[in-house]
């Protein structure tokens, strides 16, 4: 049996699952025993496929879709334009 931790994060909230899951579990079991929708993951901060092993202790990070482009954002930035 392991024990991972599944972390979806918002700008001013965030949830966090901690799971027990038999032995062998893939990230894409992980998001099964949630009841979460899947969605793209990492591992401890490294981008992860559904079929990824998970090792105990794991803190899985659910990824969410960028809403600008951060090299444009920093583009803005250094013209001083807001965004």
């Known amino acids: 049996m392991i024990r991972v931790e ?24 992980a998001f099964a025993a949630s009841g ?3 969605a793209p993951a990492a591992v401890f ?4 496929r ?4 998970l ?6 990070e659910v990824l969410r879709p960028l809403i600008a482009d951060p090299k444009e954002a920093r583009r803005r ?6 965004g």
Do not use: M, Y
Not at 55 to 60: I, L, P, T
């Open 36 to 38: 979460w929708e899947a």
């Open 50 to 53: 559904p079929d990824r092993p």
């Open 45 to 48: 901060g490294d981008r992860a």
């Open 6 to 29: 599944l972390i979806r994060a918002w700008p001013r909230h965030h949830d966090s699952l901690w799971l027990d899951l038999p032995d062998g579990a893939t990230l894409a079991d």
């Open 55 to 60: 090792e105990n202790g794991d803190r899985v």
């Open 77 to 82: 930035r250094a013209r001083g334009a807001p």
